[in-house]
């Protein structure tokens, strides 16, 4: 039986009595309106651990003013579903109220990590996610937590921020799910009209037309990111966010494709940012 | 035995150990030149858990550019006897490279709480402390932590910061520990040249007078923080950084002593900045 649990308390007696039993607890972090993506991590716990619990909490703090906060898709039950299914066997479910009651002050951010590519064009973005995800941590004293590649930044600041923090934890970042266009598996692809759907998949495009021109010797960022430019521009819906080349460690500037490097790139499609990256080694 | 620990990675198996054992496990954070104030948190910690860790760590992040981070008293060897004979476990001493690592980013803060009081003097200072206990607490994974009531701001930004992020652990905070004049015990106290050793008597002094002023029907705390100010200004080594009369929950200003209320100040004597503090229930 897939336990629901909403009150923080509940969560973590739940988690002691698996403690003290002596089984190893996995936590998959989501915002809910479940894909194969988070599914795929669902199925690595269950693997990997003798407890998986995943949590689905859309977290206001890491939202803008003027983002997507309140049209954010939302369907618990179907989640509950899906979680059921990939053997999840407690979702934590808390409201908003109990996960920031009156009062609350505390903030965990990662400096310079969290200015850059995503975040700026979302500031404070990453420390709502560093904040939430260090509650979540706590509440569940997981011993692995599972994060999808998709989100390549958050991934990497929370692998800096556990390891700055000594979190007894370990990180599992597991790789992209895509639709059969290549189109990254996302909560928010649900905003698309079937004309953007289909431009949509012009982001997995980009990113594999800049793998192909490094296989063909073109190591030079800049003119990576302008041929990716000019295939995305094609699409009439699409408005490139930002694209960018970087360390896949540490995600500082590269000067040339060497090592492992990391392409990122955001892109409005109609009214929806969405998001994508491919790791290359050069 | 007393063991003396200085890697991280090593003082979380030596505590990984103890808690699979069953054992409970208490945290005494310190920056080391010990005092009674420290020792009695040790004997609390003694008497209430299985093993008792301190921690001695003069930390950077919470000194501020101009602030005494080089001279600050330091004696690992008169530490460790004093800790030994305080029936503590083990001392956990690390070094500021395996704490703050080449790259480290992350920081830990509290709004608002930590910009007021001794906050507006020492900015950055409690972001500081609140980031370095996380690493401490999580490096420990210690069940109960044991804070000094002298650093009465800092125990309410740590109390405050544990509950927002919903922390595995209890705070314990323990009663100043005072010298027979009633200077509160400070490592800082060493500072003092013999006169102003006298001098710094009138910290304590001022906080008695509020108190009995406090008990003679005086409510207004304008009223009461002119007279201490009159006290202290007697002393010629003495200039008053701040003193304020708060609400002993969450630091905000009362307009009459009315409940639990606490009474702070600091007060530098020479170059040496001391604080203190009384509660009144009004």
Redesign the interface.
């Known amino acids: 039986m897939m336990k629901l649990i909403r009150d923080?308390r509940q969560m973590?007696l739940f988690s002691?009595k698996a403690r003290r039993a002596g089984r190893t607890i996995g936590l998959v972090p989501t915002m809910g309106y479940l894909h194969e993506g988070h599914l795929s991590l669902a199925h690595r716990a269950r693997r990997d651990m003798d407890i998986t619990v995943m949590s689905i909490f859309v977290n206001p703090a890491q939202f803008g003013p003027k983002e997507d906060l309140k049209k954010y898709p939302r369907d618990l039950k179907h989640d509950m579903k899906l979680a059921k299914d990939a053997g999840v066997d407690a979702i934590f479910y808390p409201s908003t109220e109990a996960m920031y009651p009156d009062?609350?002050?505390?903030?965990?951010?990662?400096?310079?990590?969290s200015d850059i590519l995503c975040g700026r064009s979302r500031p404070g973005h990453f420390t709502g996610v560093?904040?939430v995800v260090?509650?979540l941590f706590?509440?569940v004293?997981c011993d692995v937590v599972y994060f999808g590649q998709k989100d390549a930044q958050q991934a990497l600041i929370i692998k800096?921020?556990a390891a700055?923090?000594?979190?007894?934890l370990k990180i599992k970042v597991m790789p992209i799910i895509r639709e059969k266009d290549g189109l990254a598996m996302s909560s928010r692809n649900k905003y698309l009209s079937p004309g953007e759907r289909r431009d949509a998949a012009v982001l997995h495009k980009a990113l594999l037309l800049a793998k192909s021109l490094i296989r063909r010797g073109r190591k030079a960022p800049a003119y990576l990111v302008s041929r990716m430019k000019d295939l995305i521009r094609k699409k009439k819906s699409a408005r490139i966010d930002y694209i960018d080349i970087v360390d896949a460690r540490?995600l500082s500037p590269v000067k040339s494709i060497k090592g492992k490097v990391l392409i990122l790139l955001a892109v409005w499609i109609g009214k929806t940012r969405l998001i994508d990256n491919i790791i290359i080694n050069g």
Chains 1, 2 share one sequence.
């Open positions: 923080p973590h002691a009062g609350y002050k505390t903030y965990v951010g990662v400096r310079e990590l560093t904040t260090v509650k706590n509440i004293e800096k921020m700055d923090l000594n979190m007894p540490d």
